[in-house]
């Protein structure tokens, strides 16, 4: 059970990381709310099963990220107004 | 008594209004005629920042969960759904199945009733006319609102051509209809009741559960555009007693130019195919399925399903932060629509003394609508805000705001500041707003031409 949390915690932040390279301005946003907020829902899980689920629903999600990321990047657009004041208030 | 300069003021918005007027009764006179933009169309430059986009119910970007499920079908899973004979059908053709399942999954249908489209459109001429000239031979009178969606208006306008009768019902000034009205003018001889579920410019929520029960009472088929509707809010066919409904994918997320429409098969409805051909999607709508685009609908589905009640709270918690900051600071604002039956990510204000087409070039680092996306060409008002019997200057002055599943609130935060800010700019300039400061009541004033 110990490991997976850790496997989950590093999950998030490999999520983490994406979040600050990549370039999908508000989906990115609504990612990081998404998982945060997934995570807090099923904190209190403890059947196994749902368990083993839940952290394969997390792999792929985080391998589907990687990915759309990637794509994001090749077809990188110009900012929008908020994203630009955000990147200026970093 | 006015003073000179206020009565200069009065000269020159007097020749607006008449001109503005004169221009109405051209356009109603030419329909066909294209109006020219006022806000002129351009590309962005490369250094240029985009604008915000909050315009959800024109269209929604592609949820990356969705582009991801279709991309291995547009590289390398390409075979023709129809082939039969060999792997590369076999696997287009799962890919097809499954994704009809997901998208009567959501709205609880059987997956044999889902037939795809090219989108919301094609399905409302396809269950309006199709139902329409399959009965006609005993049936021949139709029922719809005034505040349908043009392709639902034009197609009924069609069938008017054809001989068929067509009710356009009234709609009441909250945006609902009157269901005592609607059971008086169902007839012996009426086919079919075409009613959309949420309307795309005013936001507002029709009781299809109620008109669902009443047309299977009297007999009569019941179609709801749910484009707006699917994947926004929870929908049963069978509990809402529906026998044909319209989807479009890219309002939920998913691609665009494809759609589907629900025919229910018990009781059983029967249409008259738009597209023939080769009989596919049970001979109601030949042609080969897009394998890649029926994937994206039905991860968009899925997707929808699954995320409906997060979607549904957070869209709901900006929309009243929107609509809150912006009624606390400018007065003279009116929400057009009920403000308790509606889809809260669809809000539709107008701001008195300020034309909503000058509001909409002030906020040019917002992406808005002033109504339809369909109808946006036109110098017209709204014709939903004229159903609704809004007043034509309210009609003129109306912003429509989208938001949706990655709207943030700072767009929101945004969007509302800068809105408060041109609207008292613009208001400042207004010799109407200047009166109206004054006491005069405008409507007491006798507009004369020159």
């Known amino acids: 059970m110990l490991c997976l949390v850790d496997d989950l915690k590093a999950r998030w932040l490999k999520i983490l990381k994406i979040s600050i390279s990549c370039c999908l301005g508000g989906m990115m946003t609504y990612a990081l709310r998404r998982v945060r907020d997934a995570f807090r829902e099923n904190r209190t899980v403890e059947d196994p099963k749902v368990v083993e689920e839940l952290v394969k629903r997390a792999r792929d999600g985080l391998a589907l990220i990687q990915r759309q990321v990637c794509i994001g990047k090749m077809f990188e657009i110009q900012k929008t107004v908020v994203e630009q004041e955000g990147k200026k208030s970093d | 008594m006015m003073n000179r300069t206020l009565s200069r003021k009065l000269l020159v918005s007097m020749c607006g209004i008449c001109s503005r007027r004169l221009s109405f009764a051209q356009s ?11 806000i002129k169309s351009r590309e962005l430059e490369k250094d240029e920042l985009r604008p915000l986009y909050m315009d959800f ?39 097809m199945e499954k994704a009809r399942k997901q998208v009567a999954d959501l709205i609880g249908a059987d997956p044999r009733e889902i037939v795809f489209t090219s989108g919301a459109t094609e399905s409302n001429n396809m269950s309006i006319k199709g139902v329409a000239r399959f009965y006609k031979a005993k049936k021949n009178h139709i029922i719809t609102t005034q505040t349908e969606h043009k392709c639902v208006l034009d197609s009924c306008r069609i069938l008017e051509a ?10 009441k000034n909250n945006g609902l209809i009157d269901l005592k009205q609607l059971q008086e003018t169902i007839r012996p001889y009426t086919s079919l009741v075409s009613i959309m579920t949420v309307n795309n410019e005013i936001g507002v929520k029709q009781p299809i559960k109620e008109i669902g029960h009443l047309c299977r009472s009297r007999n009569v088929f019941f179609h709801t555009d749910a484009a707006q509707a699917v994947g926004k809010i929870p929908i049963n066919v069978n509990d809402w007693k529906v026998d044909l409904m319209s989807i479009s994918g890219h309002k939920i997320y998913g691609p665009k130019g494809v759609g589907a429409l629900y025919v229910r098969r018990r009781p059983r409805v029967r ?6 051909g080769g009989g596919q999607e049970r001979g109601l709508r030949s042609g080969t399925v897009p394998t890649p685009l029926a994937v994206g609908l039905g ?12 979607d549904h709270k957070r869209v709901t918690s900006l929309a009243n932060r929107l609509v809150q900051k912006i009624m606390s600071e400018i007065p003279d604002v009116v929400m057009n629509g009920d403000p308790d039956q509606r889809y809260p990510g669809c809000v539709n204000l107008s701001f008195a003394y300020v034309e909503g087409e000058s509001l909409l070039m002030a906020l040019k680092d917002v992406a808005l609508s002033s109504g339809s996306a369909c109808t ?31 709207t943030t609130e700072e767009e929101v935060d945004y969007t509302v500041e800068k809105c408060i800010q041109q609207v008292k700019r613009l208001r400042e300039m207004s010799p109407l707003w200047e009166m109206v400061q004054e006491g005069i009541d405008l409507k007491s004033i006798k507009w004369t031409q020159h």
């Not at chain 2, 054809?162 to 709609?171: Q, S």
């Not at chain 2, 991860?299 to 997060?310: K, S």
């Open chain 2, 28 to 38: 109603a006179v030419n329909t066909v005629q294209k109006q020219k933009e006022l």
């Open chain 2, 57 to 95: 119910q024109a269209t929604t970007p592609m949820d990356p969960r969705v582009l991801d499920a279709m991309l291995p079908f547009q590289v390398n899973y390409y075979g023709n759904p129809h082939s039969r004979t060999h792997a590369y059908g076999w696997e287009s053709e799962t890919a």
């Open chain 2, 162 to 171: 054809e001989g068929f009768e067509v009710t356009y019902l009234p709609v």
């Open chain 2, 271 to 276: 249409i008259e195919p738009l597209q023939n």
């Open chain 2, 299 to 310: 991860a968009a589905c899925d997707i929808a399903q699954q995320e409906l009640e997060y």
């Open chain 2, 376 to 406: 946006s060409a036109s110098l017209e008002p709204s014709y939903v805000l004229r159903a609704i019997g809004a007043d034509e200057d309210l009609a003129h002055s109306s912003i429509r705001f989208g938001i949706g599943r990655f």
